[in-house]
T-cell receptor
Framework: GDSVTQMEGPVTLSEEAFLTINCTYT??????LFWYVQYPGEGLQLLLK?????DKGSNKGFEATYRKETTSFHLEKGSVQVSDSAVYFC??????????FGTGTSLTVIP | DVKVTQSSRYLVKRTGEKVFLECVQD?????MFWYRQDPGLGLRLIYF???????EKGDIPEGYSVSREKKERFSLILESASTNQTSMYLC?????????????FGSGTRLTVV
């Protein structure tokens, strides 16, 4: 069945460091891929998405490229800020309406 | 601004109580979902609904039921709360068509069962 695997945290970075959070997926067809972010005490918010191979999703300085050959959708940001501290979830949606989420990666950015 | 609203941010209930978690969306979405979020386990799907009066079991439906009498409202019911149902509960909705349609989530309800 469909599944998402993302790197375990927690991740702690200094401000302005480069961020990568790895995400790989298993799917039988051609899923859409998403990154969601959850700030402390809040629900999840859509950060970015990509609907087909080689698409790049981007938002707020974050980017992720849909790599079909490696079944990956790694999240990157060139220079993190303290305000980026949150939990990040990778997710996929295939033919049905259900989403499959990774277990989340907690990021803490220190000044 | 489109919204998914969960009626309570924090709830404390006693073991054995019947608990209702309410979720309302103003986006005319057909699909609605209930997840629970626990440390190290991520989000697990409890129940979902593709339309009014419809409901489908997710991955962990035991101990829960749902009600969808109106399109905008999707209620999660704990028939007899237990301590292992202490968790963060997240409601989400989306339009069914289009693979790129993401979820819109509510802010969550943190339930503690004592």
């Amino acid at each position: 069945g469909d599944s998402v695997t993302q790197m375990e945290g927690p991740v702690t970075l200094s401000e302005e460091a480069f961020l990568t959070i790895n995400c790989t997926y298993t799917a039988t067809g051609y899923p859409s891929l998403f990154w969601y972010v959850q700030y402390p005490g809040e629900g999840l918010q859509l950060l970015l998405k990509a609907t087909k191979a080689d698409d790049k999703g981007s938002n707020k300085g974050f980017e992720a490229t849909y790599r079909k050959e490696t079944t990956s959708f790694h999240l990157e940001k060139g220079s993190v800020q303290v305000s980026d501290s949150a939990v990040y979830f990778c997710a996929l949606r295939e033919a049905g309406n259900q989403f499959y989420f990774g277990t989340g990666t907690s990021l803490t950015v220190i000044p | 601004d489109v919204k998914v609203t969960q009626s309570s941010r924090y709830l404390v209930k006693r073991t054995g109580e019947k608990v209702f978690l309410e979720c309302v969306q103003d986006m005319d979405h057909e699909n609605m979902f209930w997840y629970r979020q626990d440390p190290g386990l991520g989000l697990r799907l409890i129940y979902f609904s593709y339309d009014v009066k419809m409901k489908e079991k997710g991955d962990i439906p035991e101990g829960y039921s749902v009600s969808r009498e109106k399109k905008e409202r999707f209620s999660l019911i704990l028939e007899s709360a237990s301590t292992n149902q202490t968790s963060m509960y997240l409601c989400a909705s989306r339009r069914p068509t289009g693979g790129g349609n993401g979820y819109t989530f509510g802010s969550g309800t943190r339930l503690t069962v004592v």
